[in-house]
């Protein structure tokens, strides 16, 4: 599978699936000028630049070519996701820390954000059939999530009080990450509703929300730290 993060320059990124995640390289996409990244002498392979300047305006395109405010809902939720992978990212790196051995299972969700960015790039309005085809999300990342949460679920004990985020660095990192997901889904679910994106970007999101929630439960478990209850303040 194929994903592109769209970028003001005409950039994209092309992530391809290994077997790890996802090798990157950079390629130009089919729309927009010719220009040059970077200069080039004879023998030597073009590098692009980090920069292009072509956002400088406020202005930034979409897979589909379109260019669109940066304020637009597209970039708003492009932008939160990667915020998400970010989070994500950071309560990773905590549980691996603590060798906690479901962290594969992030590897794979930060990967299938990169498609998720790529559906919300891609609006249906202005999308070509190749644009469909190459960022179509499908909904086995949601079953494979509802097969995580069951499975961590068995080994909890039953949730009886409204818990706090709490329960060590490693769980309170993916509380964090939970309540960016939460926002996230805000943030699509308008372009969801207008027929811009697949639907199934909105339930994925949905339901990564209950698996963070779940495993940080399930992470402060096993590191044997208590999570704090909610008490009314007296």
Request: glycine share 6%; proline share 5%.
């Amino acid at each position: 599978m194929v994903s592109m993060i769209t970028k003001p320059s005409h950039l994209r990124c092309i992530l391809t699936r290994t077997s790890k995640c996802l090798a990157v390289t950079w390629t130009k996409t089919s729309f927009g000028s010719e220009r040059s990244y970077a200069s080039k002498t004879d023998g030597e392979s073009r590098i692009p630049k980090i920069y292009t300047k072509t956002g400088d305006k406020g202005f930034s395109s979409t897979y589909t070519g379109e260019r669109r405010p940066k304020e637009d809902h597209v970039f708003e939720a492009l932008g939160t996701t990667d915020e998400l992978s970010s989070a994500i990212g950071l309560a990773r790196e905590f549980c691996i820390d603590k060798g906690h051995t479901f962290t594969d299972q992030l590897d794979k969700i930060q990967c299938v954000l990169q498609d998720v960015g790529s559906n919300i790039a891609t609006p249906q309005s202005s999308a070509r059939e190749i644009h469909i085809k190459k960022t179509k999300f499908s909904s086995q990342p949601v079953a494979d999530l509802e097969g995580w949460i069951d499975e961590f679920t068995e080994k909890l004990p039953p949730l009886t009080n409204f818990i706090l985020p709490s329960g060590g660095k490693s769980s309170a990192a993916l509380h964090i990450a939970r309540t960016v997901c939460r926002r996230a889904e805000r943030s699509v679910s308008p372009i969801v509703r207008s027929g811009e994106a697949d639907p199934d970007v909105a339930k994925y999101l949905n339901r990564l929300s209950d698996y963070l929630f779940t495993v940080a439960r399930y992470t402060a478990m096993k590191e044997g730290n208590e999570e704090t209850i909610y008490k009314r303040p007296e």
